[in-house]
């Protein structure tokens, strides 16, 4: 039976209610460490009220909540399986389905610069001496990535890679944990973005953003998004304010919060770089 829109609001307002008692936080406290109106707070919390999803992440950032488990996301839409080398393997498995037949655009937000525009062997190495993957593990996340990457060349269409300034600076300078990687195989990888910036403007494209607002909005945006043809959305945990929000977070970083955005300035941040290490 479909979730009517005031059981979903009584069900957050419940569980909001119990963490709130779990942390011993009072409703004035919690009124006062999100900004959300007295009134509105109560309202919320009685489910006569259905959140925003700003409402939300500031409740979720006080009560140091995931906001996918206080919307009950907590199963994905396609499996996702909990080791690191089986994630990377679920991904290989439904890349095709996510793209769908004729292909589409990724938005990608996190930290560092995509996999995707890792070599086999630089992926080995995250692998192998990041993460400590050895024997089987290793193998079947090598042989997923691989064939991810086979599905990424024949149907991504457009890539937007939104990163953080200092993760950036960290993995060009290769400070740690990336010093443990090849200098010659990042400095290849670092080398093949620009030259993608560079060669194909209309299909990739780097902003750089701060740390503090990756930091701040960390539950919304360390997600991944494909925009197929025809406006269609596939978001890996689907919720519509969720996704809404999202995209909002990625316009709102993209347009008025990022650090670098103009390819030629991206490009020469990196290049720069990649010149103070050698």
Do not use: C
């Amino acid at each position: 039976m479909t979730e009517t829109a005031q059981e979903k609001a009584a069900r957050i307002g419940k569980k909001i209610r119990e963490t709130m008692t779990q942390f011993g936080i009072t409703v004035k406290e919690l009124s006062k460490k999100t900004g959300i109106e007295l009134q509105t707070l109560y309202s919320i919390l009685n489910g006569h009220h259905q959140a925003s999803v700003e409402k939300l992440e500031a409740i979720s950032r006080v009560l140091h909540l995931s906001i996918d488990a206080l919307l009950d996301l907590e199963v994905n839409t396609f499996p996702i399986y909990a080791e690191p080398y089986e994630a990377s393997f679920s991904y290989a498995q439904f890349e095709d389905i996510w793209f769908g037949p004729t292909g589409g655009e990724r938005i990608s937000v996190s930290r560092n610069f995509s996999v995707m525009n890792h070599s086999v062997k630089l992926r080995k190495e995250f692998l192998e001496k990041i993460y400590g993957l050895k024997g089987n593990e290793l193998k079947v996340a090598l042989d997923a990535f691989e064939k991810r990457m086979e599905v990424i060349r024949e149907k991504e269409k457009r890539r937007l890679e939104l990163v953080v300034d200092s993760e950036v600076t960290d993995f060009i300078k290769q400070r740690e944990p990336f010093d443990k990687l090849s200098k010659k195989l990042v400095q290849e990888s670092v080398e093949g973005i620009i030259d993608r910036l560079e060669n194909d403007p209309l299909n990739f494209e780097v902003v750089i953003i701060p740390r503090q607002f990756f930091l701040v909005n960390y539950e919304i945006i360390n997600r991944e998004v494909i925009l197929f043809d025809l406006g269609s959305v596939f978001f890996r945990q689907t919720h519509p304010a969720l996704l809404q929000h999202f995209i909002n977070e990625v316009e709102q970083l993209k347009y008025k919060k990022s650090k670098i955005s103009e390819r030629s300035d991206v490009i020469k941040f990196l290049r720069k770089l990649l010149n103070e290490k050698r």
